[in-house]
């Protein structure tokens, strides 16, 4: 009696789980992800948030136009800036996967060769800007050292068009400072820690228009393409955002985005014209003006700027450290000898400096602390120097330390007790052999200070690390050939310490077994 009704819910049931797979189905195609990578540190125009705490920008507008027209939901996955293309070469299906780089790219050839490019939705020229107060920058020929005067400051963004083009254009006659983050480079050029900043005028006109006491200046050069960069195998995407592209020039779409940012010229109205011709141009088909192709070799510059880079190393290393070690003897003596009183804030400081990151010390001593007076501004050079000697102190500190408290408290009684004043007894008697027996690990730390400033890079300091990144990323056909080169340049300054480290372990062995005989 009850087969019909059994077979009635089983068809229920399977009609139901039908209904459910194609609904499921139809969802999952309907909010398929275009998973654009961007910096949302880089700011504005591109992708920034507002007073709302949302993200608003001429790209986050374009993205969601995009998916939309793609039938996909805009997904924005963010990164380092400089670091962006590298996420096409992982899965995209991965948690950390893209589909797109969208992020103000510019068209070059060092990308074209790994990845493929859309057509052009911005065309940008190269903007020099400068304070409204500073009457001796005029034009782009105000930049370079002259008649005896050094070269202006000038910020770019790492690895940009406006990087690579100043540096070709100026060379060494300026003071090219690099940072990751264009909003600090406006903040310094507005405060006057910098002279001036080379930028898109995408990034020009918004900042422009935000810091009134900054102003644009000379005309703009060295015209270009923002595109966007996928996996050469995904052929099928890029068509279908070129022709997203197409269809919003054609209806006005993008010219809408770029007017609600400000971002509309005439250089603009061109766009058109790249939509039905061969990409990427080639010859006499790029705008005038625009970047041309070195077929040089890169090898004898690139060596010599790894070189200079290296020295500055050098010279932050060997200019930081013995302030480090005079600086923890005066904390570890301190401590170790001091009242209470004394001793309390010394080893508050060991302690909020070892706890910190370098990083984060360097940012304040740079930073903020010319945000509490302008005669706390420090150069670049002066702030690293003064930062790794600051952070390493503290370290310095804790082995003075242990080299005092292995001395036995008599020897100081017996150097009192001999007449000498309490200071004479450390200098002459204490100090001596605590400094011998912390020789080893003072001189290890040393060798890790060599690698330590690569984190002055944060405060635009080009030392070696920082020169690494930046010829990757014009020159990443070879970037396995620079890092051997840069390891192995950080292996012929930290090699000979560590040498000297262990050759001193042994003097100090054998002092103290002759010593005890």
Not at 255 to 271: F, G, S, T, V
Request: proline letters at 6%; charged letters at 25%.
């Amino acid at each position: 009696m009850y087969p019909k009704p059994r077979r009635a819910h089983a068809h229920f049931l399977s009609a139901c789980a039908v209904l459910l797979w194609l609904s499921a189905t139809s969802v999952a195609q309907e909010k398929k992800p275009l998973r654009w990578g961007a910096d949302a540190t880089g700011g504005a125009p591109f992708v920034y948030k507002n007073n709302a705490d949302q993200f608003v920008g001429f790209e986050w507008d374009l993205a969601e136009y995009l998916a939309d027209k793609l039938g996909r939901k805009s997904v924005m996955q963010p990164g380092d800036w400089d670091k962006l293309p590298e996420r096409l070469d992982q899965p995209a299906d991965g948690a950390e996967g893209i589909d797109i780089v969208l992020n103000g790219y510019e068209l070059n050839d060092e990308l074209t060769k790994r990845y493929a490019a859309t057509r052009p939705y911005y065309v940008y020229r190269l903007q020099l800007l400068a304070r409204k107060s500073d009457d001796g920058i005029q034009g782009w020929s105000d930049l370079p050292a002259r008649g005896g005067r050094p070269g202006k400051s000038v910020g770019v963004l790492g690895g940009s068009a406006a990087h690579k083009y100043t540096k070709e254009l100026f060379g060494d006659q300026i003071d090219l400072r690099i940072n990751p983050d264009v909003a600090t480079v406006f903040g310094l050029v507005k405060d006057g820690r910098m002279d001036a900043t080379v930028q898109d005028n995408a990034a020009a006109t918004y900042f422009v228009n935000e810091i009134p006491e900054l102003r644009k200046v000379d005309e703009p050069r060295r015209p270009g393409f923002y595109v966007m960069y996928l996996r050469k195998a995904d052929s099928e995407l890029r068509d279908q955002i070129d022709a997203a592209i197409a269809a919003g020039i054609r209806d006005g779409m993008l010219k809408r985005i770029y007017q609600k940012y400000d971002l509309w010229n005439d250089d603009q109205e061109r766009l058109p014209y790249w939509t039905d011709r061969p990409w990427p141009p080639s010859g006499g088909d790029t705008p005038a003006g625009a970047e041309a192709t070195s077929n040089e070799n890169p090898w004898p510059r690139m060596l010599g700027e790894l070189l200079r880079a290296a020295l500055t190393t050098i010279l932050l290393s060997v200019t930081s450290f013995p302030l480090a070690m005079a600086l923890g003897m005066l904390v570890a003596v301190g401590r170790v000898y001091g009242s209470r009183l004394v001793a309390l804030p010394l080893g508050v400081y060991v302690e909020v400096l070892r706890g910190t990151p370098l990083m984060l010390q360097l940012y304040t001593i740079y930073y903020l602390l010319p945000k509490i007076s302008q005669h706390l501004a420090l150069a670049p050079i002066e702030a690293g120097i003064l930062g790794l000697a600051i952070n390493y102190s503290a370290y310095e500190a804790e082995n003075y330390r242990a080299g005092l408290l292995a001395i036995p408290r008599g020897q100081m009684e017996a150097a009192l007790s001999l007449g000498m004043s309490r200071l004479t007894a450390l200098r002459v008697v204490i100090v001596p052999q605590a400094f011998r027996i912390v020789i080893p690990p003072v001189t290890n730390d040393f060798i890790a200070l060599f690698k330590d400033t690569s984190v002055c890079s944060v405060i635009l300091i080009t030392e070696l690390t920082r020169k690494y990144n930046e010829l990757y990323n014009f020159n990443r056909d070879y970037i396995v050939e620079l890092a051997f080169v840069t390891a192995g340049l950080y292996l012929l300054m930290s090699y000979p310490l560590a040498i000297a480290a262990r050759r001193l372990e042994r003097m100090t062995a054998n002092g103290r077994e002759g010593g005890r005989a």
